[in-house]
Structures are given as structure tokens and as C-alpha cells.
């Protein structure tokens, strides 16, 4: 196993790791303009850890991620401004967490994730202990028996200009998107297939907007919007 460990302070950067055998990769980046471009091939793979996050912090950061294989991990927090995650992952029993706003605010984040497989788990946890504006969060799954769960809450500050779009394609997926905090709440669900589970919680002081569209049988499909 090789152990790959960044730090990065007001630099751009560019990483690419591709290998048969599994590869740590830790960045820490305090500054702005952050430029960096990860790609695994293999089994095992880890981009950061729940101990030991991928942690950007400050503005104009763009990282990409590719993850080819089976049993990946990703552990990444975003704090600052002008943010944009990109996450691709192809494989079975993949787990990726991402944090914005755990520490610092976040204003202006953009991500975009791309599953391909099945059993993977995907968490966003947005404006956790602190304030955050203008979240985007693209998601598209394409498998079976992925989980995917949204936690977004506005405690200490206003969120605006949100908004969630995930596109299923595959059987016995399950979505859990919450979002709490001063409206905006928007969350566009698009899925296809049988047996999807979805739970979409909408809540506080108004804008609140849901829409959805499914295809197939046997659907679960709980809506709580709250103004």
C-alpha cells in the first residue's frame, strides 16, 4: 500500500494517483485556489478517512475525484467560498462522506456526484455547526441498493439559493434529503426503477419546492414539507 499525504497552503495543485493497489491520499489546503484532480484505480482506495478528512479550507477550490473499483472511501470537508466537488465512482460497496460548512462558512458550493454501481453509500452533511449559501448538489446513480442521505441545516445563518437534484436509475435504492434552516428548500427527484425508497423533509420559513418523478412498482414515498 502506498500512503500519500498533501499539505497546501495558498497554491494551486494537481494530483493524479492511478493504481492497481490501494492508495491513501490526505490534502489539508488552507488558502485559495486549490486545483486538484485525483484518480484511483483499484480496490481499498481511500481519498481521506473519518480520523483524517480531505479538508479545504478558503475560497476558489476545485477538486476532482475518480474512483474506479470496489470497496472506496472518500472523507472530505469543505469550508470557504466558491467551492466545487466533483465525485466520480465506479464500483460496488463504495462509501463516500462530505461535510460543508463543518467549521468555517461555505458560500457558493457546488457538487456533482456520479455513481455507477451498486451497495454504495453516499452522505452530505451541509451548514452543520456553521453558516453556508448557495448549495448545490448534483447526484446521479445508476445500480442497485445505493443509499444516498442529505442532511442540510441553516442553525446560525440564512441558506439561500439551495438546491438538490439526484436521477436513480437501478432497483432498491433509498434517498433521505432533509433540509432545515430559512427556505429555499428545492429538491428535484428523478427516479426509475422498482422498490425505491424515499424520505424528503423540507423545513422553515417558506420557498420551499419539491418535485418528483418516478417509474416502476412498489414505490415508499414520504414528503414532509413544513413552511
Known amino acids: 500500500m502506498r500512503r500519500l499525504i498533501y499539505s497546501l497552503a495558498i497554491m494551486s495543485a494537481f494530483v493524479m494517483i492511478s493504481s492497481a493497489k490501494a492508495n491513501d491520499v490526505?490534502?489539508?489546503?488552507?488558502?485559495?485556489?486549490?486545483?486538484?484532480?485525483?484518480?484511483?484505480?483499484?480496490?481499498?482506495?481511500?481519498v481521506g478517512t473519518s480520523g483524517a478528512k480531505?479538508?479545504?479550507?478558503?475560497?476558489?477550490?476545485?477538486?476532482?475525484?475518480?474512483?474506479?473499483?470496489?470497496?472506496?472511501?472518500?472523507?472530505?470537508?469543505?469550508?470557504?467560498d466558491t467551492q466545487e466537488l466533483k465525485i466520480s465512482t465506479t464500483?460496488?460497496?463504495?462509501?463516500?462522506?462530505?461535510?460543508?460548512?463543518?467549521?468555517?462558512?461555505?458560500?457558493?458550493?457546488?457538487?456533482?456526484?456520479?455513481?455507477?454501481?451498486?451497495?454504495?453509500?453516499?452522505?452530505?452533511?451541509?451548514?452543520?455547526?456553521?453558516?453556508?449559501?448557495?448549495?448545490?448538489?448534483?447526484?446521479?446513480?445508476?445500480?442497485?441498493?445505493?443509499?444516498?442521505?442529505?442532511?442540510?441545516?441553516?442553525?446560525?445563518?440564512?441558506?439561500?439559493?439551495r438546491k438538490t437534484t439526484l436521477t436513480i436509475t437501478g432497483d432498491s435504492n433509498t434517498v433521505t434529503s432533509t433540509h432545515t434552516g430559512a427556505g429555499h428548500h428545492n429538491t428535484t427527484l428523478s427516479h426509475t426503477g422498482s422498490s425505491g425508497t424515499f424520505a424528503i423533509t423540507q423545513d422553515g420559513a417558506n420557498a420551499t419546492t419539491v418535485d418528483l418523478t418516478t417509474s416502476g412498482a412498489n414505490h415508499s414515498v414520504t414528503i414532509t414539507s413544513d413552511d
Not at 26 to 46: E, F, M, R
Request: aromatic share 2%; glycine share 12%; hydrophobic share 25%.
Open 54 to 80: 480531505v479538508t479545504l479550507d478558503g475560497d476558489a477550490h476545485t477538486l476532482d475525484i475518480d474512483q474506479i473499483g470496489n470497496t472506496n472511501t472518500i472523507a472530505a470537508t469543505v469550508e470557504g
Open 91 to 161: 464500483g460496488n460497496n463504495n462509501t463516500a462522506t462530505v461535510s460543508v460548512g463543518d467549521h468555517t462558512d461555505a458560500d457558493d458550493v457546488h457538487i456533482t456526484e456520479t455513481t455507477v454501481g451498486s451497495s454504495n453509500t453516499t452522505t452530505y452533511n451541509v451548514g452543520k455547526n456553521a453558516g453556508t449559501a448557495d448549495v448545490d448538489i448534483d447526484n446521479t446513480i445508476t445500480g442497485s441498493s445505493n443509499t444516498v442521505t442529505i442532511n442540510e441545516d441553516g442553525t446560525g445563518t440564512t441558506l439561500t439559493d
Open 26 to 46: 490526505y490534502i489539508t489546503q488552507s488558502g485559495a485556489n486549490l486545483n486538484a484532480n485525483i484518480n484511483q484505480d483499484g480496490t481499498g482506495n481511500k
